[in-house]
């Protein structure tokens, strides 16, 4: 089974819209993390945002935030007020594992529009 | 600020040889990880390491070995590179401090196997 799946290849949005950007993860850990990742065209990953499973309020940056629900196993990320910078691959991921042992999983992307 | 640095964006190599990819982080970072990017396909974890000369495979350990013998070397080794190993690999690394949770990448090296 995938541990992390995002089933939108692509999307469009208009810019200065709200989007959403869904992923969800599989996992029996109780312990895990989950993040997300920026890809510009230029091909360095950014990291968004990070939500730990015993975290109880959704995280945010600035106009990202992540909605955890974790009865459904789901990490999407909302993106507020969308840019034209926002064009990017984003990637969903998952990192399980305690202490110095950890495995990181990710998603095969969305790839974003912002459209003027 | 964190850096990871990759030895090549860019590098072409012929069937059958073998080929070093390594991978240099200036943050004292325990774990370090070597990943290949396909499209539609996302990231895929190739092998991790936790410590120095520890080591562990990840989803997709066939054709490829690594090496770490300093801490802030991570080598990927492909012994015979062969046409489906082009892809771009990404070398990333990560505290594992509680306190801080992303791993940080490198800019990537994209590889074509002739």
């Known amino acids: 089974a995938q541990k992390i799946t995002q089933t939108q290849p692509g999307m469009f949005v208009q810019e200065k819209e709200a989007v959403t950007l869904d992923c969800t993860y599989d996992?029996?850990?109780?312990?895990?993390?989950l993040f997300w990742y920026k890809q510009p065209s230029s091909g360095e990953m950014i990291f968004l945002i990070y939500?730990?499973?015993?975290?109880?309020q959704n995280a945010t940056e600035g106009r990202y935030s992540l909605n955890f629900q974790k009865a459904k196993k789901s990490a999407n990320l909302v993106i507020s007020a969308s840019q034209l910078g926002d064009s990017a691959m984003y990637f969903c991921a998952m990192r399980e594992g305690r202490g110095n042992f950890n495995k990181f999983y990710f998603g095969s992307g969305t790839k974003l529009n912002v459209k003027p | 600020d964190v850096k990871v640095t990759q030895s090549s964006r860019y590098l072409v190599k012929r069937t059958g040889e073998k080929v070093f990819l390594e991978c240099v982080q200036d943050?004292?970072?325990?774990?370090m990880f070597w990943y290949r990017q396909d499209p539609g396909l996302g990231l895929r974890l190739i092998y991790f390491?936790?410590?120095?000369?520890?080591?562990e495979k990840g989803d997709i350990p066939e054709g490829y070995s690594v090496s770490r013998e300093k801490k802030e070397r991570f080598s990927l080794i492909l012994e015979s590179a062969s046409t489906n190993q082009t892809s771009m690999y990404l070398c990333?690394?990560?505290?594992?401090?509680?306190?801080?949770?992303?791993?940080?990448f490198g800019p990537g090296t994209r590889l074509t196997v002739l």
């Open positions: 939500q730990g499973s015993y975290d109880e």
């Open positions: 943050m004292d970072h325990e774990n």
């Open positions: 990333a690394s990560r505290d594992t401090d509680p306190a801080y949770n992303e791993q940080f």
């Open positions: 996992t029996s850990d109780q312990s895990y993390g």
């Open positions: 390491s936790y410590d120095v000369k520890m080591k």
